[in-house]
């Protein structure tokens, strides 16, 4: 079997590669193209897929890729329908990110774990879910005492942490290691499926470790500073907090 790369995995700031077609679906409303190597990250974990183009030098013809998404262990990238049809098995393209959009994302997504790993040492609330868009995202805690005294605190200790300069660090991890760590188990590492034997950690060096699939910057002075936009009680104890990009 074809080994595919997935370099969103491995290195967050590729953001172009050239990559040969293993697979076409021509089929439903938009054409689904595999490659054998790319740059896409197809969404998860809160972080929307990401978009971009595919180029073919031979002809100079160009595809917007409008979202990705994982099935069966490939990035399926999906293209913007065009008249003359998608590319060809074996046509080989050059993948390009829309790598604004893409950065930011990344910048929001540390900002959210700085956001986590705050919320965890200074009140011990847990995580129950997140989203983001570029430049914006939500957190949800279970945190009943969270409410307008705390948020403006928090947004100071949020930006005194990205301020400090701390590496973002990438791992992986067999399943045992990773389920001998007690800062993972708050992030419900145990919820994995039982056949996933890696885990992939991201650690904000002395402040948040989680298990995690999506793309970060490697240091937090990347994110620059955040502003608390809203927060909002979803029941006694889970409560929401937003949060933006400053600069
Ligand atoms: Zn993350």
Redesign the pocket.
């Known amino acids: 079997m074809d080994v595919r790369e997935q370099l969103c995995y491995t290195d967050a700031y590729a953001r172009t590669t050239e990559a040969r077609v293993v697979d076409v679906d021509a089929g439903g409303d938009a054409p689904l193209v595999v490659l054998d190597r790319t740059v896409f990250y197809p969404g998860g974990?809160?972080?929307p897929p990401d978009r971009g183009l595919l180029l073919r030098a031979r002809d100079g013809r160009r595809w917007t890729v409008r979202a990705a998404r994982k099935s069966g262990g490939d990035i399926v990238h999906e293209l913007e329908p065009t008249p003359d049809g998608p590319p060809s098995r074996d046509d080989v393209l050059t993948v390009d990110l829309d790598w604004s959009r893409r950065y930011e994302l990344m910048r929001t997504?540390?900002a959210?774990?700085a956001l986590c790993g705050v919320v965890w040492r200074d009140h011990g609330a847990l995580v129950t879910g997140g989203n983001m868009e570029p430049g914006a995202g939500r957190m949800d805690f279970e945190f009943e005492r969270m409410g307008g005294d705390l948020v403006g605190e928090i947004e100071a200790r949020v930006n005194e942490e990205l301020r400090s300069k701390r590496d973002v660090r990438v791992n992986v991890l067999p399943r045992e290691e990773a389920f001998e760590i007690p800062d993972l188990i708050r992030t419900k590492v145990n919820l994995l499926p039982e056949g996933i034997q890696e885990i992939r950690t991201?650690e904000i060096v002395g402040l948040d470790l989680?298990a995690?699939?999506?793309t970060?910057v490697s240091n937090t002075s990347e994110v620059g500073g955040i502003r608390v936009t809203g927060y909002e009680s979803k029941g006694r104890i889970n409560k929401r907090i937003r949060i933006e990009l400053t600069d």
Do not use: E, I, K, P
Request: proline share 0%; no cysteine.
């Open positions: 974990g809160g972080q997504h540390t959210l774990h991201v989680q995690d699939g999506g970060h």
